[in-house]
């Protein structure tokens, strides 16, 4: 997720439980065009340490060449798990750039980078897309194209392009792709609880989940879906557990991206903040620090 997964966030995550992290979206161009020693596009992909390990770093781009060539880049200076294409994202930016979801209906371009993005790295290939541009049943025509052009695993988000991200995911083409498809598929969309978790992973019969916007200021999400499944039961975070851990992402912020950080972890540290008997006026001085003293004055008035 841009602005969110980064290196604190990511961590914080790992710890309570994620078994699997993918970074922000990277653009190709940014990797690419960008010699200098600095390129601050392969540094957002970095990752937060060698325990990172099951780690996927996500590009973006409609350039075959420019693709191609960050992952070749992307495999030797950052050496994830694996690389994954963006065709989820469908916010309006993308939109007018011509990537992310709208390249959906773009499949040759898509099949094309593909190729040469399977010629240029040798790590594994993962694609997130939607189910389609307008009917949810077009992922059931252009996927098994994916696979054929060489990706290793699929990433569904469970709505259409319209549908953003507060439709009702559409579990049953998931399912029904289950069938199609030889190579894994992964599913997204809709989870907010274990209740959800264990919902969509019976219906879906995919054997891996991916959390996103749920753990904005809930990482604690991983670790209750964990307990769910296994003891069918799970413990909400005390209010001094959810202090430790704002405290600790925070000084992460500060560790990985000096004071400079804490302008992008304002919406992070709002939302940890939900629920909070006096959540408006702490979140209204949440989005506005800009020192991880500001966020200690914020957790001694929690």
């Not at 099951?54 to 030797?76: C, D, H, R, T």
């Not at 098994?144 to 709505?159: C, D, F, M, S, T």
């Not at 049953?172 to 907010?192: D, F, Q, S």
Request: hydrophobic letters at 40%.
């Amino acid at each position: 997720m841009a602005g969110f997964t980064d290196k604190a966030m990511r961590q914080i995550c790992q710890e309570l439980g994620a078994d699997i992290t993918w970074s922000e979206m990277v653009s190709a161009e940014g990797i690419f065009r960008n010699e200098s020693k600095d390129n601050k596009s392969l540094v957002l992909a970095e990752k937060f340490s060698d325990q990172e390990k099951n780690y996927w770093v996500q590009i973006f781009g409609n350039n075959p060449l420019s693709m191609g060539e960050s992952a070749k880049m992307v495999q030797q200076k950052i050496k994830p798990l694996g690389i994954d294409i963006n065709l989820g994202c469908p916010v309006k930016k993308a939109q007018k750039a011509g990537y992310g979801a709208v390249q959906m209906g773009k499949m040759d371009e898509v099949v094309e980078i593909i190729k040469i993005i399977k010629k240029s790295s040798q790590l594994p290939l993962s694609l997130k897309t939607r189910l389609g541009l307008r009917n949810p049943e077009e992922i059931l025509d252009f996927a098994p194209r994916l696979e054929k052009a060489g990706i290793n695993q699929l990433v569904v988000h469970a709505r259409t392009f319209p549908g953003m991200f507060h439709a009702k995911p559409d579990w049953k083409i998931v399912r029904k792709l289950k069938t199609i498809l030889t190579i894994p598929i992964i599913y997204n969309g809709g989870i907010k609880t274990p209740e959800d978790a264990k919902f969509y992973f019976e219906k879906t019969g995919c054997s891996i989940l991916m959390i996103g916007q749920a753990a904005i200021g809930n990482p604690w999400i991983f670790r209750e879906i964990k307990d769910f499944f296994e003891n069918e039961k799970f413990t909400l975070p005390t209010l001094a557990e959810k202090k430790e851990i704002i405290l600790k992402h925070a000084k992460l912020v500060k560790k990985y991206y000096s004071e400079r950080g804490f302008v992008t972890f304002r919406p992070q540290l709002a939302a940890y903040l939900k629920g909070h008997p006096d959540a408006a006026n702490l979140r209204h001085q949440a989005v506005r620090i800009n020192s991880l003293d500001d966020v200690k004055e914020i957790l001694k008035e929690m």
